[in-house]
T-cell receptor
Framework: DTAVSQTPKYLVTQMGNDKSIKCEQN?????MYWYKQDSKKFLKIMFS???????INETVPNRFSPKSPDKAHLNLHINSLELGDSAVYFC?????????????FGQGTRLTVV | GENVEQHPSTLSVQEGDSAVIKCTYS??????FPWYKQELGKGPQLIID?????GEKKDQRIAVTLNKTAKHFSLHITETQPEDSAVYFC?????????FGAGTTVTVRA
């Protein structure tokens, strides 16, 4: 009965490769997010989708392309991976479109680019 | 955009003692201030939040205070237990984005 689930949990890949991370939420929420947590544990929002529509794109390189096939899914595709992309990526969801509501986070995907 | 500063970055307390984490924010329009706890290998989880029309909120051993004039808010954990060991993040709304502090690693010594 996992609320927000993302796969894979670990991803090790070479520079230049393309990879995807999948996220699904079964909470019936309207809004989903992708956050990046760097090696110093700093959490920063990357994207926000409300009802499959992109509402926030926080100056993320074009190599990152989120895709929301429906309200319950928000996948993240990364092209031409770079060493600096190594981080933990968290998917999250919340009710409604306002940012002042509780966000439920997935367990994270640790991406290592070698 | 919103800038949230969090102190200290690490905090070690004896079991049973209190822990206090402080945050400041820059955007006077911010009106929502959640605190998240992140255990090792897991995603952050909301533990308590406070809105700008409230000065203090308490939930069992956890309390949060907000001073809008000074633009700072604090998390207080009383009677700390080993399971309180984790990374704690404060956050504040800045427009349409929730901005997080840099985190505080709390270690409770048995």
């Amino acid at each position: 009965d996992t609320a927000v689930s993302q796969t894979p949990k670990y991803l090790v890949t070479q520079m230049g490769n393309d990879k995807s991370i999948k996220c699904e939420q079964n909470l019936g929420h309207d809004t989903m997010y992708w956050y990046k947590q760097d090696s110093k544990k700093f959490l920063k929002i990357m994207f926000s989708y409300n009802n499959k529509e992109l509402i926030i794109n926080e100056t993320v390189p074009n190599r990152f392309s989120p895709k929301s096939p429906d309200k319950a899914h928000l996948n993240l595709h990364i092209n031409s991976l770079e060493l600096g992309d190594s981080a933990v990526y968290f998917c999250a969801s919340s009710q409604g479109s306002a940012v002042n509501t509780e966000a439920f986070f997935g367990q994270g995907t640790r991406l290592t680019v070698v | 955009g919103e800038n949230v500063e969090q102190h200290p970055s690490t905090l070690s307390v004896q079991e049973g003692d209190s822990a206090v984490i402080k945050c400041t924010y820059s955007d006077s329009a911010s009106n929502y201030f959640p605190w998240y706890k992140q255990e090792l290998g897991k995603g952050p989880q909301l533990i308590i939040d406070i809105r700008s029309n409230v000065g203090e909120k308490k939930d069992q051993r956890i309390a949060v205070t907000l001073n809008k004039t000074a633009k700072h808010f604090s998390l207080h954990i009383t009677e700390t237990q080993p399971e309180d060991s984790a990374v704690y993040f404060c956050a504040a709304t800045g427009g349409a984005v929730l901005s997080f502090g840099a985190g505080t690693t709390v270690t409770v010594r048995a």
